[in-house]
């Protein structure tokens, strides 16, 4: 079964830093772009920031300059590093992944693409 698995969220002070991890298992064709998603309670669950598998970024502008997403493509992995936390960057954040998997039909063989979220953690960032 292929799953995301983060790690790396916890409660830090006003201006600390955490830095989180989202590593792909299991029977995977292919991981595309890869990105970090977060949600507060009552509040739609927003992007924070993606990259390419070419490395290319997008974030959103209320992290621009604070937070840096990178990936290691040979372990299927993303990182969320994030600095100078402010309170209303606290959130449950999720790794998202675009990924594919082969199947095989009476057509013949395909590629078939779909969403990967992991369980999610924790960010608090005390004032």
């Known amino acids: 079964q292929v799953q995301l698995v983060e790690s790396g969220g916890g409660l830090v002070q006003a201006g600390g830093s955490l830095r989180l991890s989202c590593a792909a298992s299991?029977?995977?064709?292919?991981?595309?772009?890869m990105g970090w998603y977060r949600q507060v309670p009552g509040k739609q669950r927003e992007l924070v920031a993606a990259?390419?598998?070419?490395?290319?970024?997008n974030y959103a502008d209320s992290v621009e300059g604070r937070f840096t997403i990178s990936r290691d493509n040979a372990k299927d992995t993303a990182y969320l590093q994030m600095s100078n936390l402010k309170p209303e960057d606290t959130a449950v954040y999720y790794c998202?992944?675009?990924?594919?998997?082969?199947?095989?039909?009476?057509?013949?063989?395909?590629?078939?693409?779909?969403?990967?979220w992991g369980q999610g953690t924790q960010v608090t960032a005390s004032s």
């Open positions: 998202h992944a675009d990924a594919a998997r082969t199947f095989t039909s009476s057509s013949g063989p395909g590629v078939l693409p779909y969403s990967l």
């Open positions: 299991g029977s995977i064709f292919s991981i595309n772009a």
């Open positions: 990259i390419t598998t070419g490395g290319s970024t």
